[in-house]
């Protein structure tokens, strides 16, 4: 999917924009808060329906106005149009004119990655939101895994709360056990696929840094032996074994990236993911991704940047943000490079 015209109306405090985009790099250069990340910020609402910032959503609209508006003309297989109004409780979303009746229906089309220092950081994340992180990823090549997710869980809340209770959990057992297995089974093989994908987006990238993702359970061999673990007296009373204490660990060198990695490490670590991600979704849907890099000099030497420039220059759709005006990096990226295009923020926004 390519992005070739995003307008919008209303967004932050960016009271209109409009602008056309090439199908390889596009930098938008601006100074501190004059709008960068809202214009990515509101390509990735139009096409999820959410904001990655960690504020309410309601905040995406301009303070002293009643709703936004995004429109962008992309090109899939053929030319499409999605348009969204939003006035802070409900959504209305076009496509090629016509009304949606659900927004599930756009997700089909989301083809889009995004890095950005205003999102959660996975990093810094605890277990139950790097599980989220993953399974979110396993959802866009499997969305099946969606509604195993939610009956595992709902299972999990029945099972707990009649725990506290101290009621029999009998019943739950095996229904539990079924979908618990369920969900070793995918995220095992997704693993498998994700991890050995992540080392050759690795070993493109070249960084000269050894990132690595690990995935533990306590898998059971059989339904039987899972139940007889779930009964098994346990110190609290929650469900102490199942997917939902699945443990995902990150590390730079063999060392946890949390502790011990730089923030430029983390930073780097944070696009081999995305990438990966990139590279996952490209094969799987065979729909190239347009990927949203917000901040993208900040904290890397340019030695990695230029890397990283090297290895999505005309691979992916990709629309950069960045403070830099008359950066040296800038400007030979611009010199050895074609079809990149820049525009200044400062200059094309209307923020009255
Ligand atoms: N709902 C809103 N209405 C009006 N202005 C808003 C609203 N929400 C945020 N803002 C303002 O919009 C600006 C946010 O812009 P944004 O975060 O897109 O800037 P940026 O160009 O990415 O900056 P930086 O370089 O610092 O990342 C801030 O000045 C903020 O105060
Ligand atoms: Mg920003």
Same mark, same amino acid.
């Given at each position: 999917m390519i992005i070739k015209k995003l307008s919008f109306l209303n967004v932050r405090k960016i009271s209109l924009f409009s602008e056309q985009f090439l199908p390889q790099t596009n930098i938008i250069i601006g100074l501190n808060g004059s709008g960068k990340t809202s214009i990515l910020e509101s390509l990735v609402f139009l096409i999820t329906? %959410?904001?990655?910032? +960690? %504020?309410?959503? /309601?905040? $995406? $609209? %301009? +303070? &002293? /106005? *009643?709703e936004l508006q995004i429109k962008g003309i992309f090109q899939n297989e053929e030319d499409l149009t999605i348009k969204l109004i939003y006035d802070g409780k409900k959504k209305q979303i076009f496509k090629n004119n016509q009304i949606l009746k659900r927004t599930t229906e756009l997700i089909k089309d989301n083809a889009i990655i995004y890095i950005s @220092?205003? *999102?959660?950081d996975i990093i810094e994340e605890y277990k139950k939101e790097k599980q989220q992180y993953f399974d979110k990823i396993i959802f866009r090549i499997n969305p099946q895994h969606i509604y195993n997710i939610k009956e595992y869980n709902k299972l999990l809340l029945y099972r707990n709360s009649l725990l506290e209770n101290n009621m029999s959990t009998k019943p739950w057992e095996e229904p539990l056990s079924l979908a618990g297995l369920k969900i070793w089974k995918t995220r095992n093989s997704f693993f498998d696929f994700f991890c050995k994908m992540f080392n050759e987006t690795q070993k493109k990238l070249d960084l000269q840094l050894k990132y690595r993702i690990e995935y533990k359970n306590q898998e059971y061999q059989s339904k039987e032996e899972y139940i007889k673990k779930l009964q098994s007296k346990t110190k &609290?009373? +929650? &469900?102490?074994?199942? @997917?939902? %204490?699945d443990i995902i660990s990150l590390y730079l060198n063999n060392e946890t990236i949390k502790e011990h990695a730089s923030q430029g490490e983390k930073k780097l670590f944070k696009y081999v993911l995305k990438f990966t991600e990139a590279e996952i979704v490209k094969t799987k849907t065979r729909k190239n991704p347009i990927i949203l890099l917000d901040?993208?000099?900040? +904290?890397?030497d340019n030695e990695n940047i230029m890397k990283i420039f090297s290895y999505f220059h005309r691979k992916f759709q990709v629309i950069i943000t960045t403070t830099? &005006?008359?950066d040296q990096t800038l400007q030979n990226i611009q010199k050895n490079n074609t079809d990149i295009k820049i525009f200044n923020n400062d200059k094309t926004i209307n923020s009255n």
């Open positions: 329906g %959410k904001s990655f910032r +960690k %504020k309410h959503t /309601q905040s $995406i $609209i %301009k +303070k &002293t /106005q *009643e @220092p205003e *999102e959660t &609290t009373n +929650k &469900t102490e074994v199942g @997917p939902h %204490k901040d993208f000099f900040a +904290k890397l830099n &005006t008359n």
